[in-house]
């Protein structure tokens, strides 16, 4: 495993690698009620602190307002863009997206992926398919996310 840096081009990407990206983010309050009210999601987890202490989630321990899932996909495939997106020409697919665990505010978010496919584009000289597995954890090393993302990607010397 590995901390990716600049300049990542199809060529740096071998189905295997493992990275660990170097920044992660703790939650809060404008990345949940912000947000989440911006693409009209109104499900009381994410604002009914008193609805949550009461139903079957809060009986387990989860009486708190939960993260909208959109946020926390967003996050970790935003914390992994800097290292898999830098030369990066086109999003092909997001698929296989799985929230493994609840996030809440004031947790913070760190990104791993793993190479699990690299070919050349087909009629593409320039460029590269490179398909990532993005997790994502929690600071209990919890998975809270994994899903995978193919990407068009420059070659080095194109």
């Known amino acids: 495993m590995s901390l990716t840096g600049e300049n990542n081009y199809f060529e740096d990407f071998t189905p295997g690698n493992l990275f660990r990206h170097a920044r992660g983010k703790t939650m809060c309050e404008q990345d ?39 946020v926390t996909i967003s996050m970790i495939v935003g914390l992994a863009m800097q290292d898999t997106g830098e030369n990066a020409i086109r999003e092909l697919k997001l698929d296989k ?25 087909p009629e593409r000289d320039d460029a590269g398919i490179v398909t990532f597995r993005h997790y994502g954890v929690n600071q209990n090393d919890q998975v809270v996310f994994e899903g995978e993302r193919t990407v068009l990607i420059k070659k080095r010397n194109s």
């Not at 997206?97 to 584009?121: C, M, N, W």
């Open 32 to 70: 949940n009620v912000g947000i989440t009210l911006q693409v009209l999601n109104t499900a009381e987890g994410h604002f009914n602190e008193d609805a949550m202490a009461k139903n079957a989630m809060g009986r387990n321990g989860w009486n708190q307002r939960l993260q909208f899932g959109g």
């Open 97 to 121: 997206i799985r929230l493994k665990s609840p996030v809440f505010h004031g947790d913070t978010l760190y990104a791993y992926s793993e190479v699990i496919d690299a070919q050349s584009a």
